[in-house]
């Protein structure tokens, strides 16, 4: 969560799903939003109400079907082989920084769910459509 204060310790997950925590601390549980155009005000129940998670930079969080998705968890590269669809997300994603075919699968091979790179799953609530990025220091 950002917010200018240390609120680990203060929070319910009933204050975050109801938004008080955000109201009350002037906090945001995302990071930056992903995804097709979400109104406004989706984006800003996600980002109020809908605990984040811990990431090695700035965490993300995919909007898909006009609406928020659901955060499945951190994954490497076994627990990603059985979705095809976050795969070439994360393969179109890795291409895009300028790699070699042969250093995005040598990437996509290192994810480490309890490590680093360290990839984030996600699915829409809507379609069923998994997404992911990866992450590392």
Known sequence: MYAVEELSHLLCPWCIAD???AAKYDAHFIG???GDDVPSEVVRSVDTCTPGFSSWQDP???FHCG???AFLGAVGAAELAAFPDA???LRSEAGAWGWSAGAVE???GALDKDGQPTGYL???RTCGRHMAYADFT
């Open 32 to 34: 930056d939003p992903v």
């Open 19 to 21: 938004g008080s925590a």
């Open 122 to 124: 996600f699915v829409c």
């Open 60 to 62: 993300q969080w995919f």
């Open 67 to 69: 609406d928020g998705t």
């Open 106 to 108: 040598r990437f996509l």
């Open 87 to 89: 795969m070439e997300e």
